[in-house]
């Protein structure tokens, strides 16, 4: 009995040994949260560095303000801070005392005794070679600054924007911006985003960078409170942890947004970016007011700038669309069955898609085969039929889709953005009309300009998509490559290194086709794109040309009026000469002349015409010579021989209030 219940437990221990154990090699199926991405991947955002975090965040809050004014069609009023935070009042921020270095060696900054004793020595050198090469009168390279010491000490700045715009619902604060791809502008539409994320990446990186919540004030039109709300993100859930959300009384019935963050960021290596933004953003926007405030800790390095409105006309919102068939795939078909509301084919067909029509949708129901009938179940169709029916889109020939949906910056703001902020000698601007690129629609505007204040020789290009300025990666992108490789200056009577030439062209499309993780860049490869771009300088190129070779006609007019001038006293000496001497044989021999002849001979002799006579007729007649030329090329421009006045005409009618309305040929006012 004992052996046997002993060979069973040694049975029993056998079968435990074989139950299958996991490996320290397997692999655990994990999962991220968009937010969890996003932050592992921050990059994609713009957020690569501390200070493109700095100017991407200022952009993102920037142009989420411009689309919120704009919705209400309201004038812009932007108003952006950026505030330095040194390390002490950050760490009273986050609850944390100031602690002293105590191991100076532990740090990465610190510098030994040999190390120190290297680099002056060094330094001496360098100085002691300067002053030698200084004495002997040789040009010497401007000193290369020592390389600092290694500083990890981070930099923290509270950015903060307010605008005039539509502001939130209160409800809706804390998903608009603790909860990342949730929003309003999805769909298909042109939006000045590039990702969707707005202002939640800058949520991200602040909680990644200083832990520090956000900050929003935002009231309605018409709302008797505000809503303030205080809140981050919880990545890995990818949902909003809210500090406070509560309603706050709004006596001066204020609308619109006021956010505030703080983040870690370098103002130093990305100052000449943000200020460049802003500016390239007033070029655009003309019709929006910005006021920009850097606040050092140290006054002397404030900053402020203030880009004033030009015009009060704002170009037309952008409206959503539906898509073109050339344009879908077979995730975007699925999905657009899944939320249509129609009910059978032929419905499906005319009303979410643009250009198709009743009798177009029927042909196209009837190419597709003995399977599909117009009133067949859209909700019925199998993934077999909507391959056939993805394969047609292909195929089949369609209008194209209208650029009425877009919104262009217009010919007259953007040569106003261009006079205002460049302050050019002269100025030209092209809209092309709407072109079609993989089913959207897109539009390049271009402006061409020449001389100006902070304006460097030869090619200056400002890059716009969707009307915002792109200031990286500019040497691959079809604007640059356009301007630089694909355009003869030279037959323009432009010196392509020599002046001052501003070369603006703006994109605005419902999908802009960047390249590259950051979406800084439009692509050279796209032949519709480029042909577009090509032209629309082009044009601006035969504006500008006429312009200049009228501005060469005048100037050779002023250097031969110069050049006239100058030989008055050598001419009129040798012509006074002459007479002399045609005046003295006259006297002597007594020949023959004509009676005029005789008698200015007779005034020569006389001294009644003397040499400063003939030069002061001699400049009469040039400054006669020149008015006459004057007055032909300025009937050949337009302008007529009398000068103009001013004229002021009183107005019979008391004076109305009216309400105008534009469209592109007319201005309507409507008198109250």
């Known amino acids: 009995m004992e052996i046997g219940s002993s060979e069973s437990q040694a049975q029993t221990k056998k079968s435990k040994s074989k139950t299958p154990r996991k490996s320290k090699d397997a692999q655990l199926l994990k999962q991220k949260s968009p937010a969890e991405f996003f932050a592992d991947n921050k ?14 965040t200022v952009r993102e809050l920037v142009e989420n303000a ?75 390279k401007g000193s290369t600054p020592a390389k600092p010491l290694k500083n990890r000490e981070a930099s923290y700045y509270r950015v903060t924007c307010k605008d005039n715009g539509r502001g939130m619902p209160h409800d809706d604060i804390p998903n608009m911006f603790g909860r990342v791809l949730s929003g309003t502008k999805y769909g298909l539409k042109q939006t000045r985003g590039k990702f969707g994320l707005g202002a939640k990446m800058a949520l991200i990186w602040s909680k990644m960078s200083t832990g520090l919540p956000i900050e929003i004030l935002s009231s309605m039109k018409g709302q008797t409170y505000s809503s303030f709300c205080r809140l981050d993100i919880d990545i890995n859930r990818n949902i909003p942890h809210i500090h406070v959300h509560e309603k706050r009384t709004n006596v001066e019935r204020w609308h619109g947004a006021e956010i505030q963050i703080v983040i870690e960021g370098n103002w130093t290596t990305y100052r000449s970016k943000i200020l460049h933004y802003m500016r390239q953003m007033a070029v655009i926007t003309p019709y929006a007011q910005f006021l920009f405030k850097f606040l050092s800790e140290s006054p002397d390095k404030n900053v402020t700038v203030r880009f004033a409105r030009r015009t009060d006309i704002m170009p037309p919102a952008p409206l959503e669309t539906k898509y073109h068939p050339s344009a879908v795939d077979l995730l975007l078909i699925k999905k657009l069955i899944a939320e249509t509301s ?23 129901i009837g190419e597709m085969g003995p399977d599909f009938s117009p009133k067949m179940s859209v909700k019925s169709l199998t993934s077999q039929q909507i391959v056939r029916i993805h394969q047609l889109f292909r195929q089949a020939k369609f209008d194209d889709p209208s650029g009425d949906c877009l919104s262009p910056a217009g010919e007259y703001n953007l040569r106003l953005g261009i006079i205002k902020e460049l302050h050019p000698d002269m100025v030209a601007t092209y809209s092309g009309s709407a072109q079609v690129f993989e089913g959207h629609p897109f539009i390049v505007e271009a ?178 010579v020149d008015y006459e030329m004057a007055l032909e090329y300025a009937t050949q421009t337009g302008v007529n021989e009398e000068p103009r006045e001013d004229i002021y005409i009183p107005p019979l009618e008391p004076e109305y209030e009216f309400t105008e309305f534009y469209s592109p040929v007319f201005v309507f006012r409507l008198i109250h």
């Not at 990059?43 to 991407?56: H, Q, S």
């Not at 510098?111 to 300067?130: C, N």
Request: with cysteine; proline share 2%; net charge positive.
């Open 43 to 56: 990059n994609i955002a713009g957020f690569d560095n501390p200070g493109k975090c700095l100017y991407t």
């Open 66 to 140: 411009l689309d919120s004014a704009e919705s209400i069609s309201e004038l812009p009023i932007i108003e952006i801070t950026i505030e330095e935070i040194g390390k002490s009042k950050f760490n009273s921020m986050i609850g944390l005392a100031d602690h002293e270095r105590v191991d100076e060696e532990l740090y990465d900054d610190f510098e030994t005794a040999k190390a120190r004793e290297k680099r002056l020595a060094k330094e001496a050198r360098l100085q002691e070679t300067q002053a030698k090469n200084a004495a002997l009168g040789k040009k010497t």
């Open 342 to 364: 129609k009910q059978n084919l032929l419905q499906f067909l005319q009303h979410e898609f643009v250009n198709v029509g009743k009798s177009h949708a029927e042909r196209l």
């Open 447 to 624: 402006g061409l300009s020449l001389g100006g204040k902070d304006v460097k020789q030869g090619l200056n290009i400002f890059r716009f998509a969707n009307r915002i300025p792109l200031l990286f990666e500019q040497g691959a992108d079809v604007v640059t490559r356009t301007a630089i490789k694909r355009i003869n200056w030279n037959s323009y009577k432009i010196n392509q290194t020599q002046d001052k030439i501003g070369v603006f062209v703006s994109i605005v499309s419902t999908k802009i086709p960047f390249k590259g993780t950051g979406k800084e860049y439009i692509g050279d490869d796209i032949s519709e794109i480029a042909s577009a771009v090509k032209t629309a300088i082009q044009q601006c190129c035969v504006q500008l040309k006429s312009k200049i070779v009228k501005r060469i006609q005048a100037r050779e007019q002023q250097e031969r009026k110069r050049s006239l001038n100058k030989y008055i006293p050598n001419a009129t000496s040798a012509i006074y000469e002459v007479l002399k001497e045609m005046s003295r044989v006259h006297a002597s021999k007594r020949r023959r002349c004509e009676e005029n002849d005789a008698e200015l001979l007779k005034q020569v002799t006389a001294q009644v015409v003397t040499q400063e006579t003939l030069s002061e007729k001699l400049a009469q007649h040039v400054d006669q």
